[in-house]
């Protein structure tokens, strides 16, 4: 099975992080299915990019020495960076938003899945909002 993987699961189970969480049980037996087939979003890497420059995350397998290790970090554990296409796009100028969840990015990052027809893991409770639109959601509750 295919998944997209949200900032924060990418965050949990690659990178070390400040005030880290677990990721549940569930989730995990998903990550270490060698069976399965794993994505994100390039918004997703954007978001990581900051988070290292900004020195929230230290890489757990390895010291970086370059933000653009990252890029390669991901693309060695195979997860494929998806970029936003058009099709995407369409599904964001069309998605209802929720007043509790007002970021921007996560709105694009749920798009790509609904419109891709992925199921999204993430541990933003808020995205089983979305199920209604279409969101396939897997809950990695904290």
């Given amino acids: 099975m295919i998944y997209y993987l949200d900032t924060n699961i990418l965050v949990y189970s690659l990178f070390e992080h400040k005030g880290k969480e677990k990721i549940t049980h569930d989730v995990l037996d998903i990550l270490e299915d060698c069976t399965n087939l794993f994505r994100t979003s390039s918004i997703c890497v954007k978001e990581i990019l900051y988070l290292y420059k900004s020195n929230n995350i230290l890489f757990k397998r390895t010291k970086l020495k370059s933000a653009q290790e990252i890029i390669t970090g991901i693309k060695e554990v195979n997860i494929e960076i998806i ?4 099709k995407h ?4 100028a069309n998605l209802e938003i929720y007043p509790s969840n007002n970021d921007p990015n996560d709105h694009v990052i749920i798009s790509q899945a609904i ?5 999204l893991i993430s541990s933003d409770r808020d995205f089983k909002n979305y199920v209604s639109q279409g969101l396939e959601f897997i809950y990695n509750k904290r």
Avoid at 83 to 86: A, L, S
């Fill in 89 to 92: 796009l369409l599904k964001y």
């Fill in 115 to 119: 419109s891709d027809k992925i199921p």
């Fill in 83 to 86: 970029p936003i296409t058009e």
